[in-house]
Structure formats: structure tokens, C-alpha cells
């Protein structure tokens, strides 16, 4: 018996070396499932990414997420760009990370790992020098809510739901979209929305100045042509221009301080696997 422990404890030390000489690139790869899919209109300049998890409310698995990163470095380098259209296949955007990946993340430091990761991908799609923006449908909730917060623009379906539940999660937000949703909707809003985990409908985002357009989609595909006709209408000038003008409104902010970005970690990786978490985690009501 104590040999077979023996055995099963060094196995665990090796594997626990092995991740952590790991990238963070190469480590959340390990954990496979879905996709994220980019396609590139040349002639418009608007390109569409598609966060591709159907199955599971299209959320996002470490694979996933370091296809998001390439996907970014990607739209950081299309000079003729004016604009990106974030949505999710099958009627909803995002429903945060992939359960399975959450559980085998279940401690402070590897969940730091996709912390740190998410975050800076999100800043840098926050900081893209294209218009971005985000199709809430279905329902977005926690990481999902967060990713749509690093785009410029929220355009909600009429019955769509929006919700950060990471405290019904126990724990807090981890990907950078605390610090963005109060410059969004206000210290008191953020306060409310990060403590309850209550989930708003279309009209009350739109008042709160979460939601920056509601439609009236048929369907998931309707909705992206539908939020690519409302964009063009913003983006008919050069593509140097709108790139211009991007970085002018990003100039004013500093919601890519590296500083604040490190503080909000540190508060994730506080109650990330802890006893609050682990029993939500437990109860899979994330894919429920």
C-alpha cells in the first residue's frame, strides 16, 4: 500500500514540474475543445470571430483561449482593418470558462496562469486599433460577460441575458472585466452587478450604459448581418482614420495599466479554489 502512494505522490510532483515549466500558452492547450474562428471581410474591413463551444454555451477552453490570443495578434497586423464582430456560434456569446477546464484548474496558481493570460489577451483586444464590437445573444455569463466588455460596443438581442456571476461562483472576476465594468456603468453599478450576480435583460443594460444598441434578431446568423450593417455605418471612412481615431479614445483611458490588472489577480487568485468555489464548481451548475 504504501509503495502504490508513494508512487501515485511522486507522479503528482512530476506532473505539478511539468506544468509549471510550461508556458502558459502551452499549458492551457492542454485542455481541448472547441474553437475560435476568425474570418476577414477585405472588401468591408470587418472581420467576424466566432467563439465556437455550441455544446457547452460556447465556453471557453484553455485551447481556446490561446487560439483567442492568435486571433488577436492576427487583427493586430491588418493594416486595411476597421473593425471586429465578436460572437458566439449557435445564439449565445459566451458562458465563461469551460467547466472541465475550471475543475482541472482548481488551485490558485493555475488558475493565476489563465488569469494572467485572459488578461492580457483581452487588453490587447480591448487596445486593437479597430472598432470592436460584441453580440450579446442567449445568454453571456461571467468570463463570457467579461470578454464582451474588452469590445468598444455592445449590441444586445431583445431577449438576450447578461450576467457577472462569478460571485455565485465564488469567486470574483479574473479576466480584466472588473476593472472594465466600472468605467462602463459606474462604481455603484459594478458594485451591485459584481456582489448580486444578478443577470439583466436588454433594456435595463441599455440604461446602465452596458448595452450600447438592442435589436430585434431572428436568429443567430441574422444577428451578425444585422450588427455588420449597424457597424458600417460607423466605420465608412479610410481605414487609417478609424484606426486614428481609436487610438485617440485609448489615449484617454488607462484601463491597460498593468498595475490594475495585477491588483484585480491577485483578488481572483484569493478565492479561486477555495471553499466557495469548489462547492459551486461542484454542483456543474455552470452548463446547466
Not at 502558459?24 to 476568425?38: C, E, I, M, P, Y
Not at 452596458?210 to 458600417?232: I, N, P, Q, R, Y
Not at 498595475?259 to 478565492?271: N, P
Request: hydrophobic share 40%.
Amino acid at each position: 500500500m504504501l509503495p502504490a502512494l508513494l508512487r501515485s505522490f511522486g507522479h503528482g510532483i512530476r506532473q505539478l514540474r511539468k506544468c509549471s515549466t510550461l508556458s502558459n500558452r502551452d499549458f492551457l492547450a492542454q485542455f481541448k475543445g472547441g474553437s475560435v474562428d476568425l474570418n476577414k471581410d477585405v472588401d468591408s474591413g470587418i472581420a467576424t470571430v466566432t467563439i465556437n463551444n455550441p455544446d457547452r454555451h460556447n465556453a471557453m477552453t484553455g485551447e481556446m483561449m490561446v487560439q483567442l490570443e492568435d486571433v488577436v495578434t492576427d487583427l493586430e497586423c491588418w493594416a486595411k482593418g476597421k473593425a471586429v464582430v465578436l460572437h458566439g456560434a449557435g445564439g449565445s456569446l459566451c458562458s465563461g470558462g469551460d467547466l472541465k477546464t475550471v475543475l482541472a484548474i482548481m488551485d490558485p496558481v493555475k488558475g493565476g496562469r489563465m488569469s494572467a493570460h485572459m488578461q492580457k489577451t483581452l487588453n490587447r483586444l480591448y487596445c486593437l486599433p479597430l472598432l470592436s464590437v460584441a453580440i450579446v445573444q442567449g445568454h453571456t455569463l461571467g468570463g463570457g460577460a467579461e470578454l464582451s466588455t474588452a469590445c468598444d460596443f455592445r449590441v444586445m438581442d431583445r431577449n438576450a441575458k447578461i450576467g457577472f456571476v462569478a460571485s455565485r461562483m465564488g469567486v470574483t472576476p479574473g479576466w480584466g472585466g472588473g476593472m472594465r465594468l466600472v468605467q462602463l456603468v459606474g462604481r455603484n453599478g459594478a458594485m451591485d452587478l459584481l456582489v448580486s450576480g444578478r443577470v439583466l435583460g436588454a433594456e435595463e443594460s441599455l440604461k446602465l450604459n452596458l448595452a450600447c444598441e438592442v435589436m430585434d434578431f431572428k436568429d443567430a446568423e441574422s444577428g451578425v448581418e444585422d450588427t455588420v450593417a449597424w457597424l458600417k455605418e460607423r466605420v465608412r471612412g479610410d481605414p487609417a482614420v478609424v484606426q486614428a481615431a481609436k487610438k485617440v479614445v485609448l489615449n484617454g483611458m488607462y484601463m491597460h495599466n498593468e498595475v490594475l490588472l495585477q491588483g484585480e489577480r491577485d483578488i481572483f487568485t484569493s478565492v479561486w479554489g477555495g471553499p466557495a468555489h469548489q462547492a459551486a464548481a461542484s454542483s456543474k451548475i455552470k452548463h446547466k
